[in-house]
């Protein structure tokens, strides 16, 4: 186990970064000082990031860490931590490891006794879900959806009873076809978030029916995406089960342990749950 602040430590800590998913102002001062102080920065695409290093007059030196050399570059960085030197793991925007890479390298890094430290911020996942208004007490984030038809029906099939707010990324140019998607898997009404080009000039969020997405996003789709799905809508009946079991009793002539049954099919609790309930409302009514 590796754990914060024991004291001694041999090696260098791995810093993992989140940086502006656009605004270049949304690098907070911790992150800032982080990346001047360590001895090397890891980026997806260097030259993608040397803007931003420019920006803030940063002068640690650089190195790729990409998809493609994941695996071999992270044994040179953590040869590198553990030497004693301090790395700072970025992406090309937002928090890395989150749909980027990262997570092979913290994985070593706690494998081979190394500190891993977050230095928190952006990441877009969290901030479309903070504006879309959809429910956030509990959400899924399900990365990017498959680009073919057939695999991406399936992901959003299993969708139709889902409770929580899901979150995916998507390509501009895949917006359309999702959305078409959507709708023919989930209905027309379910309700959807698109955020597009999040803290940058043309940030927009479109809330709605999977149909008025559809309608509002034809044609040619611009920008970085976050598409929101919100929950199913809840089938249970509002009616109290003590309710339903009152007025069954008034409508039907059904005997109380069939009615228990049925009360018991309608909500999906078992025999017992609602025999319960049947012995409290005969106690409350006597
Ligand atoms: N690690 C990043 C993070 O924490 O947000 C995500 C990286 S993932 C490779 C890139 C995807 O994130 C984009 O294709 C888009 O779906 C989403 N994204 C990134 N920046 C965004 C922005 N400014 N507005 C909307 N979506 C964005």
Redesign the pocket.
Known sequence: MTTKGTGEHCCGTLYVV?TP??NLEDLTPRALRILREVDLVAAEDTRHSRKLFNHYGIETPLTSYFQHNEAAKGEKLLHTLLEGRDVALI??????????PGCLLVQRCHEAGVLVSAIPG???????LSMAGLPTERFAFE??LPAKTHARCQVLRALRQEQRTTV?????HRLVAALQDVLAELGEGRQVAI??????VH?ELFRGTAAEACEHFQGKVR?????LIGPAEQSAPEESVQDALRRWRTETDLPMREIVKQVAKVYGLSGSEVYKESLALREEEE
């Open positions: 989140a998913i656009g992406s090309d925007a937002g928090t890395p490891a989150i749909s980027d952006p990441s877009a996942l969290i901030a479309a990365g990017f995916f990324y998507e390509a501009p955020v597009r080009e999040l803290t940058k940030e920008g970085e995406i976050v598409l």
